[in-house]
Structures are given as structure tokens and as C-alpha cells.
């Protein structure tokens, strides 16, 4: 929604008509108010969600899981890469629901992308007491213009594809909660991966 009302105001500041190139501005803060207000009501909305319950996770299990519910009706393919009995710390709803929104934007990025290859690859390994949970996917990378603000709620380069832009803002919340962290690692031609950390159990 954001962002693609930036881009309309990003073509607004171009008009040759002085009074429509001085919407844009004007525009583009209310956008953003509006955006501040929409995430302060969210954290709200999230205020009494139940703190997480951590438990020791075998992070092969919960991937597996999360990509056999996220992938359905795409046609794609799972790959694990992951260390042998690797485990996290992790509440396993919460983690589930993490990966599985990866994942699906992972499908979402590759399924109108000509790529050979379709497959979405999870990667996990222990590095410094921490697991680092990588889902990789062969799409067409980030679009550069959401990247500053991908995290935060209603960035969407899709919300007339009912895209509501909650998916990663959510999913980082609910790693921060865990005490872990969630990061774009890499976007580029190649693709996108984004990189889950949590404590290792
Ligand atoms: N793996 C990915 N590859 C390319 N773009 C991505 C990927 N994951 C997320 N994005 C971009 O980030 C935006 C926000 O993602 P998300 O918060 O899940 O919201 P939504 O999926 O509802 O649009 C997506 O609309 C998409 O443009
Ligand atoms: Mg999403």
C-alpha cells in the first residue's frame, strides 16, 4: 500500500503541472502518518498475544512443517540443507508461522519469475552458539524501493494482489520476541534470502 503509493507520488513530483508536483509531498506525509498510526494500532492489537513459550526446536522438523503448509498450490520444490540435529530455542507456533511466511514469499517471488529453477531452500547451521536459518529462493530479488522499509507493516509491492504487507513485519516481530533476529541477507538477480537467527538449544 505504502510503497505503492510512493511510487505515485514519486510520478507526481515529474507532472509538469506546479500544483499537482506540490501534492507529492504533502501525500507522501499523510502516507506516512497514516502508516504510523496503522503500526502503533497493530503493536496495540498485539499487546495481550500470549509471550512466546520456548522450547528446544529441531529446526529440520519445523522447516519441513512450515514449507509443507506454505507451499501448497505452488508448484515447487523443498530443499533442506540443514545441519545434522541442529535445534533452536523457539516457540514452535511462532517459529512455524515465521518460516512458512518466508517460504511463501519465497513462492510468491519465483512463481511468475523464468527461473529453471523452482525450488525454495532452507539452510540451517550452527554459528557461535546461534542458529542461523537461511530460506533462499531464485526470484528476481527485493524491488530496491521496499528494501529501507521491508520490515515494516503495510509494505507490500503487491497489495492489489491482496498483498497486505504484514508478512515480514510480523514475522520479525515475532523473532525479536524470541530473542532472535530476522535480516534480508542477500537480494539480487540471483535472488533473495533472508536469514532467521535465534539462540541454538
Ligand atoms: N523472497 C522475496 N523475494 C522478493 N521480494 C520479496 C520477497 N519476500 C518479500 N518480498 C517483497 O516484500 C514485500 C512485503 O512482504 P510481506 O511483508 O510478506 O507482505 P506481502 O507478502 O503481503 O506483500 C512483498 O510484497 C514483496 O514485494
Ligand atoms: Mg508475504
Request: aromatic share 2%.
Amino acid at each position: 500500500m505504502l510503497a505503492t503509493a510512493q511510487l505515485v507520488a514519486d510520478r507526481l513530483k515529474q507532472s509538469e503541472d506546479p500544483a499537482v508536483r506540490q501534492l507529492a509531498p504533502r501525500l507522501e506525509r499523510t502516507i506516512d502518518r497514516a502508516a504510523g498510526l496503522a503500526a502503533s494500532t497493530l503493536k496495540y492489537g498485539r499487546a495481550d498475544e500470549a509471550p512466546p513459550r520456548l522450547q528446544r526446536v529441531i529446526v529440520a522438523e519445523a522447516a519441513e512443517e512450515a514449507a509443507a503448509e506454505a507451499l501448497v498450490g505452488f508448484a515447487m520444490d523443498y530443499r533442506a540443507d540443514i545441519e545434522t540435529g541442529l535445534a533452536c530455542m523457539a516457540d514452535p507456533d511462532h517459529l512455524h508461522r515465521v518460516l512458512s511466511n518466508l517460504v511463501r514469499n519465497a513462492a510468491q517471488a519465483m512463481k511468475d519469475h523464468a527461473r529453471a529453477e523452482k525450488a525454495v531452500t532452507v539452510r540451517g547451521i550452527l554459528v557461535d552458539g546461534r542458529c542461523e536459518i537461511d530460506v533462499i529462493d531464485h526470484g528476481p530479488g527485493v524491488p530496491e524501493k521496499l528494501r529501507a522499509r521491508l520490515f515494516e507493516p503495510f509494505v507490500s509491492a503487491a497489495p492489489e494482489a491482496g498483498g497486505a504487507g504484514l508478512g515480514l513485519a510480523i514475522a520479525r516481530e515475532l523473532t525479536l520476541a524470541m530473542g532472535g533476529n530476522l535480516e534480508l541477507a542477500r537480494s539480487g538477480a540471483e535472488g533473495a534470502t533472508f536469514r532467521v537467527t535465534l539462540p541454538a538449544a
